[in-house]
């Protein structure tokens, strides 16, 4: 049986899907390898997807789908919460105790279920797709502790990028492998909304605006609060503006966690006259995984 990635899919575990978790768990392969330790690892297993919506709502649950079929389970969790949790076979303290920054390092876990699925490169696609989602929620590493037994599962991880710590650690670091397309990105978002706006279009900026956003503009004695009253000033310009040249000047991307800083020098030139500006954009990735801006700061350079 070849399997395609296109059809591999992730979607959240639902309470109906836990006597499903617990059957896997319960085979003889799994049980060895997820429950080393006997019952009381595997009563640990079900009282952290039994609670996931309570104490233990920093892990993310999934069940991996082939097309329409359930064929096994897979999970992210914060490490920062993680190291504080006392669980036999586990010594999280010692492997993310240096872990001090929420939203930073995130372990992850997998089972293929059916054991027509083994070997079939699955494990391989599953910890893509959960990078991708980590990346999406900003973390800058990823962390698993599979036994050095797990020779499958420790195979799928190297081909993945991860590096050996020591034993049952091994770790791969996103933040140098993505932060150069995320700064591209929001360049480019800012880029694009500037040419509209300097042919008379606010749209461009529009669409990429949060709700909540924080506008500060020399024109104005007061910042401007909220995306209504951004948009009620942007359509008193509309087809207005019309910039002859202009030219954005060493832009610099700051990154964090979610949240992208952005800042540039402005020159336009506009009816023969040539205006210096600086701007700073704080863009944050929404829940949609959208870069949206909050914050806009524009000053006049002297």
């Not at 492997?95 to 372990?107: A, I, P, Q, R, S």
């Not at 002859?244 to 540039?264: F, R, W």
Request: aromatic fraction near 12%; charge should be negative; proline fraction near 2%.
């Amino acid at each position: 049986m070849s399997i395609d990635k296109i059809h591999i899919s992730l979607k959240p575990l639902s309470k109906e899907d836990i006597p499903l978790f617990e059957e896997w768990l319960n085979k003889a392969y799994i049980y060895e390898r997820l429950c080393p330790d006997g019952e009381e690892q595997r009563s640990a297993w079900l009282e952290e997807v039994n609670n996931k919506d309570g104490k233990y709502n920093f892990l993310t649950h999934f069940i991996v789908y082939h097309n329409d079929r359930k064929i096994g389970y897979c999970l992210y969790a914060d490490c920062f919460y993680l190291k504080d949790i006392e669980e036999e076979g586990h010594d999280f303290e010692d492997l993310y105790g240096d872990v001090t920054e929420k939203n930073h390092t995130f372990e992850i876990g997998y089972l293929i279920g059916e054991e027509e699925y083994l070997n079939k490169g699955i494990s391989k696609i599953v910890i893509q797709q959960l990078e991708e989602r980590i990346i999406a929620l900003g973390g800058r590493e990823i962390a698993a502790d599979p036994s050095e037994e797990n020779t499958f599962s420790i195979k799928a991880l190297l081909s993945n990028g991860f590096m050996k710590k020591k034993d049952g650690d091994y770790r791969k670091d996103i933040l140098s492998a993505n932060d150069e397309s995320i700064k591209a990105k929001i360049i480019s978002l800012e880029k694009q909304a500037l040419a509209l706006w300097n042919d008379g279009n606010p749209d461009g900026f529009l669409e990429l605006t949060s709700e909540d956003v924080v506008y500060i503009d020399p024109a104005f004695e007061r910042k401007l609060e909220g995306k209504k009253a951004l948009e009620d000033y942007y359509n008193t310009v509309r087809g207005k503006i019309k910039i002859d040249q202009y030219e954005i000047i060493n832009p610099t991307v700051q990154l964090s966690a979610n949240v992208a800083v952005l800042t540039y020098n402005y020159v336009v030139q506009r009816d023969g006259l040539i205006f210096r500006m600086s701007c700073t954009e704080v863009y944050k990735l929404d829940i949609a995984n959208q870069w949206k801006i909050i914050h806009t700061h524009w000053s006049f350079n002297k």
